[in-house]
């Protein structure tokens, strides 16, 4: 009988109970604060998605769509913290480029948050 090793399975559990992404961030204004741009990593529980569906069952997004939708809010709220951002930063391109990662990053596991709201949790990285 083929066990999967303490180390695979704990991988295997988190990546199915968080979806893990990250954010560019570009402020556009000249007052900028602190470090200028950086990135924003992401912990967003996958209930969270699962509930957004069963919330809205006519809608017809993929699973990476609303998790892009619902991080994206926790990501803007988290650089505004480090960073000055116009009124619209999606619409300017100030929070950009999301991509998913397969697993937790380093810096997750180095330091508290830097910003959580509703068990969504955000890190800000210069």
């Known amino acids: 009988m083929f ?5 695979r399975a704990k991988t295997e559990k988190m990546s199915t109970q968080f979806v893990y992404l990250q954010f560019n961030v570009t402020p556009k204004g000249s007052l900028s604060r602190g470090c200028g741009s950086g990135t924003i990593a992401i912990e967003l529980p996958s209930k969270h998605v699962t509930d957004w569906k069963l919330e809205r069952p006519g ?3 993929s ?3 609303i998790a892009i939708d619902l991080a ?4 803007i709220a988290a650089a505004q913290k480090f960073v000055t951002l116009t009124h619209r930063p999606l619409m300017e391109r100030e929070i950009h480029s999301s991509k ?3 697993e937790r990053l380093p810096l997750m596991n180095e330091r508290e948050c830097d910003f959580e709201d509703n068990g969504i949790r955000a890190w800000f990285s210069a």
């Open 63 to 65: 699973d990476e769509e």
């Open 3 to 7: 066990r999967t090793p303490p180390e």
């Open 59 to 61: 809608r017809r997004s």
């Open 72 to 75: 994206q809010v926790v990501a």
């Open 100 to 102: 998913f990662m397969s």
